[in-house]
């Protein structure tokens, strides 16, 4: 472990863990109450979809309908918060560069992109999900729908809903404070025919800090 002096931290921030999430790829792992990730889109227009669990009871998950109703919503931004099905917050948004994020468990999978686009065996967020969480015990069916960071959903006036090209560039980031002790997993959305990761799915890198108390 060592001292971040990350932009937009505290100096007493502590680096816990770094990881990266190649293209298409996945990754999971655990936070504590207070811990903050970062998700850092490294190459710009490129979406999170992060599902949570409570570390201590995997029956409770997060969830989009509760984020969107209790927020108000469908654009959680700085200051808000991400709740789970039993309307516990499970993160604090502390700091959001891009602005742009959307909780309405919106994912693409096997079966989505079939019917969507006729295509059988396309890489996909809930496959990857799966296989970031089959150590943890959790199943393909237990899988809540993601709360995503920086993907950019335009609400039309007639009723459309446009899933458009992310407006986050290179560097930008997203903060989470978590608000309970925590399971996390995170796809690097693989998803290459729509806007959705400006048609080129590419990396994320994820940080997550612990604040020490301060002398």
Not at 18 to 32: D, E
Not at 121 to 140: F, M, P, S, V, Y
């Amino acid at each position: 472990m060592k001292t971040q002096q990350a932009a937009g931290l505290p100096d007493n921030a502590e680096e816990l863990q770094s990881l990266h999430i190649p293209a298409r790829g996945y990754v999971s792992f655990t936070m504590r109450r207070s811990n903050i990730l970062r998700i850092i889109d490294t190459e710009g227009q490129q979406v999170a979809d992060l599902v949570a669990f409570n570390l201590h009871d995997y029956k409770e998950r997060v969830n989009g309908e509760s984020t969107m109703l209790l927020g108000g919503t469908y654009n959680p931004r700085e200051g808000d918060i991400v709740y789970s099905d039993d309307c516990n917050p499970m993160f604090t948004i502390i700091d959001d560069k891009v602005g742009r994020n959307y909780p309405g468990a919106l994912m693409c999978s096997e079966e989505m992109n079939l019917v969507r686009y006729g295509i059988p065996g396309t890489h996909n967020c809930r496959d990857n999900l799966t296989a970031a969480l089959r150590e943890w015990g959790i199943g393909k069916k237990d899988i809540p729908g993601a709360f995503t960071p920086f993907m950019n959903v335009i609400h039309h006036p007639d009723g459309r809903a446009e899933i458009a090209a992310p407006p986050s560039k290179a560097g930008d980031y997203i903060d989470l404070r978590a608000e309970m002790d925590l399971l996390v997993a995170i796809s690097a959305c693989p998803q290459e025919r729509n806007a959705v990761n400006g048609w080129n799915p590419t990396s994320l890198d994820c940080v997550v800090y612990h604040l020490n108390e301060k002398k």
